[in-house]
């Protein structure tokens, strides 16, 4: 069965910092780009972050760039967001998605999301 | 950045019948667009990509057409489980990847 499955989302308070993490299952990881996508309490999507297979071609929305940092780490099927200087607009619920390639830039599979939630 | 658009942004329509979504692009997109359903507490699921294929699974109720900056998603009969909100994405050009700010589709 396909599974992405993501972890790490938690009430976090204003300036904080977090680490998601989405781990994969049943499909080949490595031959995948992988992003991150979010949505805030009832709004609609917005993507986050992008990373090549081999980690060469990484890419940010403006929104997120210079405080988020994504990475994978195709040994352990795995992708993660380092998440710093958190505001409260950044609370949403987290995704991660794959690409097969940059040219077919639809995105499948979805993991299920994690809650962040930045408040004091 | 690619802006997309939806229309309408609420649809209510009755179990059986038609609904016909549309999303524009603020430039052309050419067919790299795809369509997903996002049902209430689920992630998205991909239902069309390259505009008109349906992706796996997915029913033959539900079509894509269009290409350049004009899309539209067709539901020829709506079911009950076909409720849910419906969000356009292109992949011409990025990065960003760009959404629609989505339609929802309620029962009338």
């Known amino acids: 069965e396909v599974q992405l499955v993501e972890s790490g989302g938690a009430l976090v308070q204003p300036g904080g910092s977090l680490r998601l993490s989405c781990a994969a299952s049943g499909f080949p990881f490595s031959k995948f780009e992988m992003n991150w996508v979010r949505q805030a309490p009832g709004k609609g999507l917005e993507w986050l972050s992008y990373?090549?297979?081999?980690?060469?071609?990484?890419y940010y929305a403006d929104s997120v760039k210079g405080r988020f940092t994504v990475s994978r780490d195709s040994a352990k099927n795995s992708l993660y967001l380092q998440m710093n200087s958190l505001r409260t607009e950044d609370t949403a619920v987290y995704y991660c998605?794959?690409?097969?390639?940059?040219?077919?830039?639809?995105?499948?599979?979805w993991g299920q999301g994690t809650l962040v939630t930045v408040s004091s | 950045e690619i802006v997309m658009t939806q229309s309408p942004a609420s649809l209510s329509v009755s179990p059986g019948e038609r609904a016909t979504l549309s999303c524009r692009a603020s430039q052309s997109v050419g067919s790299n667009l795809a369509w997903y359903q996002q049902k209430p507490g689920q992630a998205p699921r991909l239902l069309i990509y390259g505009a008109s294929a349906r992706a796996t699974g997915i029913p033959a109720r539900f079509s894509g057409s269009g290409s350049g900056t004009e899309f539209t998603l067709t539901i020829s009969s709506l079911q009950s489980e076909d409720f849910a909100i419906y969000y356009c994405q292109q992949y011409n050009n990025w990065p960003p990847f760009t959404f629609g700010p989505g339609t929802k589709v309620d029962i009338k």
């Open positions: 990373v090549s297979t081999a980690s060469g071609d990484i």
């Open positions: 998605a794959g690409v097969r390639n940059w040219n077919e830039g639809w995105f499948d599979p």
